[in-house]
């Protein structure tokens, strides 16, 4: 029987660039001889990306949004992340439920008491082995984003003050669980960015 796989999240604020590096993760985990599944939230299940599109596109209320994000999230747990770990596999996954706390908590003002809640409904007992938070001050990244030449969604479109209040709520949750998310300037080339990675992904996992 496999070892269980680890957990590897990936998280940041809209134009901090950690997508870029998810193929990178990969291949650090299959040089150490694991198979890699990349997927990625909302959405990595075609339920999940229908919500994806509406959660993207359509205004309602915090919690609705927060609800839709875990009615997405288990649907991803079960038919994607817990069967690729309980086969030996590493997960690489672009968001989790860090995300749900940095935007739908400390973007719009949500109770975190209530995002715990939907935690332990939908993936009690899992929690990321190692999450790799990207940080970079929100000019930057919105500077970023003006070149990516597509339509923003309704989180990217958000006001500058927004993206701070996420922002600050992401540093907040790397200094309550610092075992766990390593911080990674996100700023600069995406060489020196990548070398980062590289040097924090060694100290989660020696």
């Known amino acids: 029987m496999s070892a269980r796989g680890k957990f590897i999240t990936f998280e940041g604020i ?22 890699a599944a990349r997927t990625f939230e909302p959405g990595g299940t075609p339920f999940g990306q229908r919500l994806r599109e509406v959660v993207l596109k359509q205004h309602t209320t915090p919690l609705a949004e927060a609800i839709a994000m875990f009615a997405a999230r288990s649907a991803h747990v079960e038919a994607i992340i817990e069967p690729a770990l309980a086969a030996g596999h590493w997960v690489v996954c672009d968001r989790f439920s860090d995300s749900t706390y940095a935007y739908q908590c400390g973007g719009r003002g949500l109770d975190a008491g209530l995002v715990a809640k939907l935690e332990e409904i939908v993936h009690p007992g899992l929690q990321p082995d190692a999450t790799f938070l990207f940080d970079v001050d929100p000019a930057t990244a919105a500077a970023r984003q003006g070149g990516r030449g597509r339509e923003a969604d309704r989180f990217e479109s958000e006001l500058s003050d927004f ?40 100290r989660a996992f020696p």
């Not at 540093?171 to 996100?186: C, E, G, K, V």
């Open 163 to 202: 993206h701070i209040r996420v922002r600050n709520a992401y540093l907040d949750r790397a200094r309550r669980f610092a075992r766990r998310i390593h911080l990674i300037d996100a700023a600069g080339a995406p060489e020196e960015v990548r070398a980062r990675l590289a040097a924090e992904f060694t």
């Open 14 to 35: 809209d134009g901090a660039g950690k997508s870029s590096h998810l193929d990178f993760a990969c291949e650090l985990v299959r040089a150490r001889g694991f198979e």
